[in-house]
Nanobody, 121 residues
Framework: QVQLEESGGGLVQAGGSLRRSCAAS????????MGWYRQAPGKQRELVAS???????NYADSVKGRFTISRDNAKNTVYLQMESLKPEDPAVYYC???????????????WGQGTQVTVSS
């Protein structure tokens, strides 16, 4: 019903930067929130950054001041600008969205396929 297309993952040197994007498409009436999660081997999936209707933004403490999330409403797309990447940042990053497919309907959460981000020393 809803698909998420991710781009921008890859290998980055420590201290470098990387920009990622995630575009939502399909049966969307409204988007409650979009954001990014990450999961490393043996670790729980954790919130990295999110943005909701009204442009309110939230960040994990570990990335505050380094990562920036933004949104293009016309394209149903969110971006994650990652700066000063650290050794603890490598993980599979997943795009996430919470949507309503119809007014008054049930909200649903959708996940992107996930893309590996690797930080080299």
């Amino acid at each position: 019903q809803v698909q998420l297309e991710e781009s921008g993952g890859g290998l980055v040197q420590a201290g470098g930067s990387l920009r990622r994007s995630c575009a939502a498409s399909g049966s969307i009436f409204s988007i409650n929130a979009m954001g990014w999660y990450r999961q490393a081997p043996g670790k729980q999936r954790e919130l990295v950054a999110s943005i909701i209707a009204g442009d309110s933004r939230n960040y994990a403490d570990s990335v505050k001041g380094r990562f920036t999330i933004s949104r293009d409403n016309a394209k149903n797309t969110v971006y994650l600008q990652m700066e000063s990447l650290k050794p603890e940042d490598p993980a599979v990053y997943y795009c996430n969205t919470r949507v309503l497919s119809a007014p008054g309907g049930w909200p649903y959460v959708y996940w992107g396929q996930g893309t590996q981000v690797t930080v080299s020393s």
